[in-house]
């Protein structure tokens, strides 16, 4: 006759409870990076006949087919995007005794620009054959025509320039008391010259 070995039982009962405890123990002690994303301001949609949007008011830069990059209607140098942005930005056009008058901008005052950098909307359009490099391209100049203002105010009111700023808060090794303060730099300096760039559809002619 064949031996029959007993089987042995595994006592599982508590693998559940163990399971259990580890989950809470990972989900306690687990953080979650915050994405930093674009700092951006959302511009009125300018479909929306509720809110009124001056033409002054709003800088237009278009990329046709063949890859030129018009500004306000004009045909422009790529090399020269940056400093027509920043000009337009930074117009500060309101009369001294006006309300929402920029004390702080260093621009022509034209009274056909921008009145105030809270208000000044870059629109960036690209028809359906532009080529992609030229759009970041463009996109990377109106970025740091806001970076470069945004280094100058930063520079005037804290002696460092924004960048260092940012990089600086999103340093790993700053206490949270540090950070803190950084953030609120951050957010007076973009409180100064908020982003706000419109991206409409891309067009077909």
Known sequence: MKNHRNSQEVNAGSMADIAFLLLIFFLVTTTIENDSGLNRSMP???K???VDIKERNLFEIS???ADLIMAEGDIIDPKNLREKVIT???NGGLPLEAEGYCNYCKGNRFSDSSENPDKAIISIKAQRNSGYSVYVAVQNEV???YNDLRDRESLR???IPYKTI???YYNEEISEE????LKERLEIIRALYPQKILEPETVNN
Do not use: C, M, V
């Not at 540090?178 to 303060?181: L, R």
């Open 44 to 46: 009125p949609n300018i």
């Open 48 to 50: 929306d006949n509720s």
């Open 63 to 65: 990329i046709n087919d």
């Open 88 to 90: 337009f930005i930074d």
């Open 143 to 145: 970025l740091a025509a």
């Open 157 to 159: 009111l804290f002696n």
């Open 166 to 168: 940012y990089s600086d």
């Open 178 to 181: 540090e950070k803190g303060q």
